[in-house]
């Protein structure tokens, strides 16, 4: 196991548009987040699971986002109907454990809306 | 609300010489984590550094270490003998396992090692 994994790397999209986005964590990893990363600012907790559970979105996470981890493995972040606002980096992570005291990220999936 | 902040948008330093990043945090919880993350450019960010709350020990990591302030919120990273592989955006991070497992991150520090 290599570490996280994020798919794809960059995406480019016509605003309007729908994107999804793929995170594989490590292996047995049970904790895996989301965040978005804007330019020179620090990354913003988006949402994060327990297994399959989704346990919080932020306010950030309007109703054009939604992430799902069906089977407690991989994950996905759809955004819907994009903006060019949505523009970021969508940083994955995941974490061992019931008490996450390390998470690992993945490298990003680069979102530019047009 | 918890909160992290640094700061410091960017320093510079020069090859070999120590650099002290600061931190700033807010909670009402007793137990906590607080780490460092580095961020070089277009690479992943990695864990530098971290510091269980309960305990009074700095926490240290070869060339890297922190002064962990409890009663001030503060939490500190001092690079020793800096390298030019030391540049990158440093992240201060907070995670409270009695309420949530989030990781609030600071907005970081842009740190220049310089020849």
């Known amino acids: 196991d290599t570490g996280v994994s994020q798919n794809p790397r960059h995406k480019i999209t016509k605003r309007g548009q729908n994107v999804t986005f793929r995170c594989d964590p490590i292996s047995e990893h049970n904790r895996l987040y989301w965040y978005r990363q804007t330019l020179g600012q620090g990354p913003e907790f988006l949402t994060y699971?327990?297994?399959?559970?989704?346990?919080?979105k932020s306010r950030l996470l309007s109703d054009r986002f939604s992430a799902e981890r069906p089977k407690g493995s991989f994950s996905t972040l759809e955004i819907q109907r994009t903006e060019q606002g949505d523009s970021a980096m969508y940083l994955c992570a995941s974490s061992a454990g019931l008490v996450s005291t390390e998470a690992f990220f993945g490298q990003g999936t680069r979102l530019t809306v047009v | 609300a918890q909160t992290v902040t640094q700061s410091q948008p960017e320093m510079s330093v020069q090859e070999a010489e120590t650099v002290t990043l600061s931190c700033t945090y807010d909670t009402s919880e007793n137990n906590y984590y607080l780490f460092w993350y580095k961020q070089p450019p277009s690479r992943q960010m990695i864990l530098v550094i971290r510091?269980?709350?309960?305990?009074?020990q700095n926490a240290t990591e070869n060339r890297f270490s922190v002064n962990f302030q409890k009663a001030a919120k503060s939490f500190s990273l001092k690079i020793s003998d800096s390298q030019l592989g030391d540049t990158a955006m440093y992240f201060c991070?907070?995670?409270?396992?009695?309420?949530?497992?989030?990781?609030?991150f600071g907005k970081g520090t842009r740190l220049h090692i310089l020849p």
């Open positions: 991070a907070f995670i409270d396992n009695s309420r949530d497992d989030k990781i609030i």
């Open positions: 510091q269980e709350a309960y305990k009074q």
């Open positions: 699971f327990q297994n399959e559970a989704q346990l919080e």
